[in-house]
């Protein structure tokens, strides 16, 4: 049997607002989403400061081991913006106005005041970068490499994915079916070890809840192999009617 | 003028649930927004999935720059709940059953069903470990040194900060005002960068929105000097206003 080969991404969150607590922050769900329809896995997320080190060490650390790395937020206009440059920093190469983004944006700014010098700041690129499309607002988001720098407000950065759809390579998506019961975890543990160890490549999640005043808990078989996720999740059902505790497909 | 000592924490989300976009994270801003009233700011997040050697690797860089690190998930009764193993690994202890925590389990389980082996998994922590109360459901929270294992369910945790609330030493809470005016950013850039230079140790965020076909920012200005971030915040106003973008107290 080949091993089968595991696309990975990584990404590094940039914002002081979502490390204060102020934001809630959406990119790392709605990325990881999308990356799965991808067939590319989120193996690992870091949220930074807006401080060019913090950025630097992440960047640094995540993009040689995964196959592509992403960045949100920091890209606007303003002194507390500075992704680019630290992202430059980080791949060693100076920063340039991209022709591309600078056209993009004397275009979009027309008929809004002109293009300034400070929104032109939002034209500034890392060396050798390409232009990712921005069909929300004028400020295109940027691809170098590996490595994608997106926005940070949600639905600019889902259109930024709309427009890489179906451009990385990737292996098989992640399929995942759920099931729920009303099951007090530790009641079933080992019947769930036991059924995550039959099946190879198969991965169960237990997610615990309360809810009108009762226990109960979601399981989440996910593998690349949809035949694997059908047939665990058929036994564990078995399993868990004979245990005393009937399951709800989908999940409660 | 003595420097001022800022007091740090990092934050570890352990959980496939997160990375895979299943579930939305809601602890990092809860627990960012707690450590603030406490004095201590949330300086790095890293989420990472259900591996021991990912949770080692994070744990271990984290622990030796902050004044505290926690960690939220994966401390249930399943199969995959190895966050305690985990830490004991990267701290270089033993797992043993807390006896404290062995009798807090005898009692929750004394009327549903009695403490089973399975149920009895939740006692074990790191050796040398400390128990953190929680009135939500059976299995504490963790403390070992400067290190917080938390649990994943939000509600959960909340519990387990309002056990610790007033046990943390910290300094001075950063004190945030914000403002907001439909002012395009990048029409504002330069005199936000301005204000943020003229006034020590005052951080200013710009974050900006697009409402009712209008482009706006909101500005938030954060400092542990409250005389400070209202000094900034009227002057600012003004500028904005002499600017022509009239502000809103609060924010927009």
Redesign the interface.
């Known amino acids: 049997m080949v091993e089968e080969r595991i696309w990975t991404a990584a990404l590094v969150v940039i914002g002081?607002?979502?490390?204060?607590?102020?934001?809630?922050?959406?990119n790392?769900?709605?990325?990881?989403?999308w990356l799965?329809v991808q067939g590319i896995?989120?193996?690992?997320?870091?949220?930074?400061?807006?401080r060019q080190e913090?950025i630097v060490e992440a960047v640094n650390a995540l993009r040689v081991r995964n196959d592509y790395l992403f960045t949100t937020g920091g890209i606007?206009?303003?002194?507390?913006d500075i992704t680019v440059d630290a992202i430059a920093a980080a791949l060693g190469v100076g920063v340039v106005h991209h022709p591309g983004a600078v056209a993009v944006l004397e275009r979009y700014y027309a008929t809004?005041?002109g293009a300034?010098e400070?929104?032109l700041?939002?034209a500034r690129v890392p060396e050798g970068a390409e232009l990712i499309e921005n069909r929300?607002?004028g400020a295109p988001g940027i691809r170098i490499g590996n490595l994608f720098i997106m926005a940070g407000?949600p639905h600019i950065t889902a259109g930024m994915l709309d427009a890489l759809t179906g451009t990385l390579e990737g292996g098989r998506p992640?399929v995942?079916g759920t099931i729920g019961s009303w099951a007090?975890?530790?009641?079933i543990?080992?019947l769930?070890?036991a059924a995550?160890r039959a099946h190879e490549g198969v991965?169960?999640?237990?997610?615990?809840?309360?809810r009108e005043g009762r226990t109960g808990a979601n399981f989440?078989i996910?593998s690349p192999d949809a035949d694997q996720v059908e047939r665990c999740m058929a036994e564990l059902a078995v399993a868990l009617a004979a245990a005393g505790y009937p399951t709800v497909a989908g999940g409660i």
Do not use: C, W
Request: hydrophobic share 40%; charged share 30%.
């Open positions: 002081d607002e979502i490390l204060s607590g102020r934001t809630q922050d959406k790392v769900a709605q990325i990881a989403q799965n896995r989120l193996a690992e997320v870091r949220i930074v400061a807006d913090a606007g206009p303003t002194h507390d809004r005041g300034t400070a929104r700041r939002m929300m607002s407000v992640v995942s007090p975890e530790s009641e543990a080992d769930l070890a995550e991965a169960i999640g237990s997610y615990p809840f309360f989440v996910r």
